[in-house]
C-alpha cells in the first residue's frame, strides 16, 4: 500500500485548505482511512477516519464542524476538507490505511499504513 498525500501550504487563520491522499492499492474500498497531524514537539494525533464505503466518519473534537474527511473509491483518493483554520491546526498530516475498518485507525499505534506527510501552516 503507498499512500501518497498532497495539499499542504501556507494559509491565514480563518482560511480554507483542501487535502488529498491518493492510494495505489488493489481495491481501495477494503480501506478504511484516516487523516492524522502532529504538530512541533507533539504527538501525532487522530484528526478523522472514514469508513470503507464512507458512511461513517468520526473526528477530534478540536476539528468537528470545521473539517470534512470523504473519499472517491473510484479515484482511490481520501480527502480533508479544512475550513475556519486556526493556528493551532498547523502541523504535518499524514493520511492512513487499514484494511481491518474505521475502529483500528483510531490509536496511530496501531496503523499500518502511512502517508509521507503535507505540511499545513495556518498563520495568524
Known amino acids: 500500500v503507498q499512500l501518497q498525500a498532497s495539499g499542504g501550504g501556507l494559509v491565514q487563520a480563518g482560511g480554507s485548505l483542501r487535502l488529498s491522499c491518493a492510494a495505489s492499492?488493489?481495491?481501495?474500498?477494503?480501506?478504511?482511512m484516516a487523516w492524522f497531524r502532529q504538530a512541533p514537539g507533539k504527538e501525532r494525533e487522530l484528526v478523522a477516519v472514514i469508513s470503507w464505503s464512507g458512511g461513517s466518519t468520526y473526528y477530534a473534537d478540536s476539528v468537528k464542524g470545521r473539517f470534512t474527511i470523504t473519499r472517491d473509491n473510484a479515484e482511490n483518493t481520501v480527502y480533508l476538507q479544512m475550513n475556519s483554520l486556526k493556528p493551532e491546526d498547523t502541523a504535518v498530516y499524514y493520511c492512513?490505511?487499514?484494511?481491518?475498518?474505521?475502529?483500528?485507525?483510531?490509536?496511530?499505534?496501531?496503523?499500518?499504513?502511512w502517508g509521507q506527510g503535507t505540511l499545513v501552516t495556518v498563520s495568524s
Open positions: 492499492v488493489r481495491t481501495f474500498s477494503d480501506y478504511a
Open positions: 492512513a490505511a487499514d484494511p481491518r475498518g474505521l475502529g483500528y485507525l483510531l490509536d496511530s499505534a496501531g496503523v499500518d499504513y
